[in-house]
């Protein structure tokens, strides 16, 4: 590292210069053109080659073993018999012949068994598993396969057909076009005379055992169909003496005249009903009529009654009026008003009593008339009740009558089949004809070793680069400052490269200048600076999201940087838990910053001065937890500023310990350290909302560990930092 002779001012003011990424957001890594897509392959190019590589063994290996094989092709045509399509009754008509189960029926087991023991392909190892050199992987895969299954045989053994079976089934081929009848059959063997006769022998046991299959299938449906007819005929009888049964012992009557001669009872009787209940009502009324006042006279004039009540009302009207004009010429007490008053009392006595009598007579027609309504009623009923008998009796005839129809129909069906059976048995069941016979092929199939080897190459290459963009698209780490342009509240502070083994030793202090990290290191001071108005803060807190971000070796860097230029300097390790920096300045000192804090040590005793002009304080023990200093870390601080010191602390990582985020309150400056290709954004932003306070109005942000060959061939803005003309300039090895 470079050492100024003059120091600088620390407070010098500078002008406000910051790194804008709002002015960069065009430029993006997923920006997919040719050139990143190019980039993104160099970039990726060792997963791409290591799965290349995996890819390409077992293929090499398998396409080293290949042997030529052998394809024999035999076609066959399968139609209908010519008799079928000459028959004019339906005795003669079959049905149509279905070529997918004439290929089935080659692809059948017996035939399958007959080939292979003719033509003896359980004896040849090319099919029989048994026969085979077994090598170690397989006898390894047999004896796994026997711990858990113990039933089945850990190896094939024998000659057995029952292993040849499935291997004649994966070299035979049996299809058809669904546009034509033909069937063509094909078998693959690595002897070019037996893929030749393999088919053309199928053939021939298949025509063997198509005609002794049809005549046996042709008894046994015979046979079959006769005792289905048996069977059928006694259930149709069965049916026809339910019904009819049914239809005697319920007396049912099957004539429509009948059927309309009850309804038409039914409905008069329910007329009648309706007559009489009207007169009911009529003679229910007159009654409250009647009964309704005391005065005859007035009930007979709002009410209907005989004409002999009605002329002595009339006569009594008639003498009242007379008594009205004697009564206008004579006094009261005349002879003549006497008489007439006596004539008058005589007519009413006798309009009650025939009133009276009317109201008994109509009495008598009503208890007449309910009588007569419940003897319709009951008529009724029971006509209503028989009819309904009679309705559940017809439906229940007719779901018999149906069961002993559709009895009748299975068994017409039945006939039909037998004689269809019958005409069939007169005819043969295919006509079939070997249209092209397997010869013997003269070329192997498919292409060369080599046609397969560039093919799994391509292959492989293909997969490995789509590999390597799934991982790239499902990077979610930060590498750039373009990716955190969105985020609040954030000063990017620089770009810092990645050190060698080497060059980050525990003999750091002695190293060789690194000029590309000396430089990041100096932009984060001048980021420092330009963020506190010109001049240095008087204490920062240098963290992360994570550990192993390198916060401590940018915390010491900071702390060298200082101190090479001559500024004061306290370093203080603020892990409490976990803090190594001791192990680099080799300090010596028994207590730390947890012995202060717990107040077993005093300012003194912890600070260690180390020749290279900066103050450290080491973490100290672990094992203390108990701090009785609670405004500890803040007395550090002010004991700092007043020696006129600048205070880094290296504290531990924000999601990990809440004493970062207590310690970020109190410093006037907070450096978020963030590695590159590793640290997330997500986690990133999770620590800023964890550090949100006041005081921390704007976090300092560097991204740490850079790879300048592989950010270079990022797309994003300032991946010229490390172009190669730059890389040339610092003598870096590009």
Same mark, same amino acid.
């Given at each position: 590292?470079?050492?100024?002779?003059?120091?600088?001012?620390?407070?010098?003011?500078?002008?406000?210069?910051?790194?804008?990424?709002?002015?960069?957001?065009?430029?993006?890594?997923?920006?997919?053109?040719?050139?990143?897509?190019?980039?993104?392959?160099?970039?990726?190019?060792?997963?791409?080659?290591?799965?290349?590589?995996?890819?390409?063994?077992?293929?090499?290996?398998?396409?080293?073993?290949?042997?030529?094989?052998?394809?024999?092709?035999?076609?066959?045509?399968?139609?209908?018999?010519?008799?079928?399509?000459?028959?004019?009754?339906?005795?003669?008509?079959?049905?149509?012949?279905?070529?997918?189960?004439?290929?089935?029926?080659?692809?059948?087991?017996?035939?399958?068994?007959?080939?292979?023991?003719?033509?003896?392909?359980?004896?040849?190892?090319?099919?029989?598993?048994?026969?085979?050199?077994?090598?170690?992987?397989?006898?390894?895969?047999?004896?796994? $396969?026997?711990?858990?299954?113990?039933?089945?045989?850990?190896?094939?053994?024998?000659?057995?057909?029952?292993? +040849?079976?499935?291997?004649?089934?994966?070299?035979?081929?049996?299809?058809?076009?669904?546009?034509?009848?033909?069937?063509? *059959?094909?078998?693959?063997?690595?002897?070019?005379? !037996?893929?030749?006769?393999?088919?053309?022998? #199928?053939?021939?046991?298949?025509?063997?055992?198509?005609?002794?299959?049809?005549?046996?299938?042709? &008894?046994?449906?015979?046979?079959?169909?006769?005792?289905?007819?048996?069977?059928?005929?006694?259930?149709?009888?069965?049916?026809?003496?339910?019904?009819?049964?049914?239809?005697?012992?319920?007396?049912?009557?099957?004539?429509?005249?009948?059927?309309?001669?009850?309804? =038409? +009872?039914?409905?008069?009787?329910?007329?009648?009903?309706?007559?009489?209940?009207?007169?009911?009502?009529?003679? =229910?009324?007159?009654?409250?009529?009647? %009964?309704?006042?005391?005065?005859?006279?007035?009930?007979?004039?709002?009410?209907?009654?005989?004409?002999?009540?009605?002329?002595?009302?009339?006569?009594?009207?008639?003498?009242?009026?007379?008594?009205?004009?004697?009564?206008?010429?004579?006094? @009261?007490?005349?002879?003549?008003? &006497?008489?007439? $008053?006596?004539?008058?009392?005589?007519?009413?006595?006798?309009?009650? #009593?025939?009133?009276?009598?009317?109201?008994?007579?109509?009495?008598? =027609?009503?208890?007449?008339?309910?009588?007569?309504?419940?003897?319709?009623?009951?008529?009724?009923?029971?006509?209503?009740? =028989?009819?309904?008998?009679?309705?559940?009796?017809?439906?229940?005839?007719?779901?018999?009558?149906?069961?002993?129809?559709?009895?009748?129909?299975?068994?017409?069906?039945?006939?039909?089949?037998?004689?269809?059976?019958?005409?069939?048995?007169?005819?043969?069941?295919? %006509?079939?004809?070997?249209?092209?016979?397997?010869? &013997?092929?003269?070329?192997?199939? @498919?292409?060369?070793?080599?046609?397969?080897?560039?093919?799994?190459?391509?292959?492989?290459?293909?997969?490995?680069?789509?590999?390597?963009?799934?991982?790239?698209?499902?990077?979610?780490?930060?590498?750039?400052?373009?990716? !955190?342009?969105?985020?609040?509240?954030?000063?990017?502070?620089?770009?810092?490269?990645?050190?060698?083994?080497? %060059?980050?030793?525990? +003999?750091?202090?002695?190293?060789?200048?690194?000029?590309?990290?000396?430089?990041?290191?100096?932009?984060?001071?001048?980021?420092?600076?330009?963020?506190? @108005? @010109?001049?240095?803060?008087?204490?920062?807190?240098? +963290?992360?999201?994570?550990?192993?971000?390198?916060?401590?070796?940018?915390?010491?860097?900071?702390?060298?940087? #200082?101190?090479?230029?001559?500024?004061?300097?306290?370093?203080?390790?603020?892990?409490?838990?976990?803090?190594?920096?001791?192990?680099?300045?080799?300090?010596?000192?028994?207590?730390?910053?947890?012995?202060?804090?717990?107040?077993?040590?005093?300012?003194?005793?912890?600070?260690?001065?180390?020749?290279?002009?900066?103050?450290?304080?080491?973490?100290?023990?672990?094992?203390?937890?108990?701090?009785?200093?609670?405004?500890?870390?803040?007395?550090? *601080? %002010?004991?700092?500023?007043?020696?006129?010191?600048? &205070?880094?602390?290296?504290?531990?990582?924000?999601?990990?310990?809440?004493?970062?985020?207590?310690?970020?309150?109190?410093?006037?400056?907070?450096?978020?350290?963030?590695?590159?290709?590793?640290?997330?954004?997500?986690?990133?932003?999770?620590?800023?909302?964890?550090?949100?306070?006041?005081?921390?109005?704007?976090?300092?942000?560097?991204?740490?560990?850079?790879?300048?060959?592989?950010?270079?061939?990022?797309?994003?803005?300032?991946?010229?930092?490390?172009?190669?003309?730059?890389?040339?300039?610092?003598?870096?090895?590009?």
């Amino acid at each position: 590292m470079t050492i100024s002779t003059l120091p600088p001012d620390r407070n010098l003011p500078i002008s406000p210069m910051r790194y804008d990424p709002r002015f960069q957001v065009e430029t993006k890594a997923d920006t997919f053109d040719l050139a990143s897509i190019l980039g993104l392959i160099r970039r990726r190019m060792i997963v791409i080659i290591t799965i290349t590589v995996l890819l390409m063994v077992p293929a090499v290996t398998t396409i080293s073993g290949l042997k030529p094989t052998y394809q024999g092709l035999a076609r066959l045509i399968v139609h209908q018999p010519l008799a079928t399509s000459l028959g004019g009754d339906d005795t003669s008509r079959g049905d149509a012949l279905d070529v997918k189960s004439e290929t089935e029926r080659l692809l059948s087991r017996s035939i399958a068994e007959r080939v292979v023991r003719e033509m003896r392909l359980n004896m040849q190892p090319e099919f029989n598993p048994a026969l085979r050199k077994v090598s170690f992987i397989q006898r390894i895969r047999a004896k796994l $396969r026997s711990l858990f299954d113990t039933k089945k045989p850990a190896l094939p053994v024998g000659d057995g057909i029952d292993a +040849t079976i499935p291997e004649y089934y994966q070299a035979l081929g049996v299809w058809h076009d669904d546009k034509s009848e033909v069937i063509q *059959i094909n078998f693959t063997a690595s002897d070019a005379e !037996l893929a030749a006769a393999v088919p053309n022998r #199928l053939v021939s046991i298949y025509l063997d055992e198509r005609k002794g299959s049809v005549s046996g299938r042709l &008894v046994l449906a015979e046979e079959w169909i006769r005792q289905r007819i048996t069977e059928q005929q006694v259930r149709a009888d069965i049916a026809r003496d339910a019904a009819r049964n049914y239809q005697q012992s319920m007396d049912i009557v099957s004539k429509e005249d009948a059927q309309d001669e009850r309804i =038409k +009872t039914l409905l008069e009787l329910t007329g009648r009903e309706g007559k009489i209940e009207e007169s009911r009502v009529e003679v =229910k009324a007159t009654i409250s009529a009647l %009964e309704a006042t005391d005065n005859a006279s007035v009930a007979v004039q709002n009410t209907i009654v005989p004409d002999s009540i009605t002329s002595k009302q009339r006569d009594l009207h008639g003498q009242e009026q007379d008594l009205a004009r004697l009564l206008e010429t004579y006094d @009261g007490n005349a002879e003549a008003v &006497v008489d007439l $008053r006596k004539k008058i009392e005589q007519s009413r006595i006798d309009l009650d #009593l025939a009133t009276k009598q009317y109201l008994q007579a109509m009495r008598a =027609k009503l208890a007449a008339l309910e009588h007569e309504a419940n003897a319709v009623q009951s008529i009724l009923a029971g006509a209503q009740e =028989k009819r309904t008998r009679d309705a559940l009796a017809q439906n229940e005839l007719t779901r018999l009558q149906r069961i002993a129809e559709k009895e009748q129909a299975a068994l017409d069906k039945l006939e039909d089949q037998r004689r269809d059976l019958a005409a069939k048995a007169m005819l043969p069941g295919a %006509e079939l004809e070997v249209f092209s016979p397997a010869s &013997v092929p003269l070329v192997s199939q @498919g292409r060369g070793r080599l046609s397969y080897l560039i093919g799994a190459l391509l292959a492989a290459v293909s997969a490995a680069v789509t590999a390597a963009f799934v991982i790239e698209m499902w990077d979610r780490s930060v590498r750039s400052f373009d990716q !955190l342009a969105g985020i609040a509240r954030t000063i990017p502070a620089g770009l810092i490269p990645r050190l060698a083994r080497s %060059e980050n030793s525990k +003999t750091i202090f002695a190293h060789m200048p690194v000029p590309m990290f000396d430089e990041a290191i100096r932009t984060v001071v001048l980021s420092l600076k330009q963020s506190n @108005g @010109g001049k240095l803060p008087n204490s920062i807190v240098v +963290t992360s999201a994570h550990s192993g971000d390198g916060k401590s070796l940018v915390a010491r860097s900071l702390a060298m940087e #200082l101190a090479a230029a001559a500024i004061p300097v306290l370093l203080v390790d603020g892990d409490l838990r976990r803090g190594k920096l001791d192990a680099f300045f080799r300090s010596g000192v028994m207590c730390g910053l947890n012995e202060f804090l717990n107040g077993q040590a005093d300012f003194r005793d912890i600070v260690y001065h180390h020749p290279s002009g900066i103050d450290f304080i080491p973490s100290g023990k672990f094992s203390l937890q108990r701090r009785v200093r609670p405004n500890g870390l803040a007395e550090i *601080i %002010e004991m700092a500023v007043a020696a006129g010191q600048i &205070v880094i602390f290296d504290s531990a990582p924000v999601l990990a310990s809440a004493d970062t985020v207590h310690l970020t309150a109190l410093a006037e400056r907070t450096l978020a350290i963030v590695r590159w290709g590793k640290t997330s954004r997500r986690a990133f932003e999770f620590s800023l909302q964890q550090m949100k306070s006041s005081r921390n109005s704007e976090i300092i942000v560097a991204i740490n560990n850079v790879n300048p060959e592989k950010h270079a061939l990022y797309n994003f803005s300032d991946s010229e930092l490390f172009s190669k003309s730059l890389m040339k300039y610092y003598k870096f090895k590009a």
